[in-house]
């Protein structure tokens, strides 16, 4: 995504199953790279990081 991804929009590398599909290769970004999961994000399950990940979308929106 070489225009960058704007915060809600899918990941055009997110296959179906919420993996990355490019995880292991170079062209990974950096920023993805970086991310160390943390329950304040992640929560306990994929549910509560999509409520989580939804809310910190909200609450950092400019
Ligand atoms: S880790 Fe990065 S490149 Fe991979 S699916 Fe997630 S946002 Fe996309």
Redesign the pocket.
């Known amino acids: 995504?070489p225009q960058g991804?704007a915060a809600g929009e899918r990941?055009?590398?997110?296959?179906l199953d919420h993996?990355?599909?490019?995880?292991a290769q170079p062209d990974?970004?950096a920023?993805?790279?970086a991310?160390a999961a943390d329950p304040a994000v992640c929560g306990a399950s994929r549910e509560e990081a999509i409520r989580l990940l939804g809310w910190w979308e909200q609450a950092t929106a400019s």
Do not use: E, W
């Open positions: 995504m991804k990941c055009i590398h997110l296959t993996l990355c599909a490019i995880f990974r970004p920023v993805c790279g991310f």
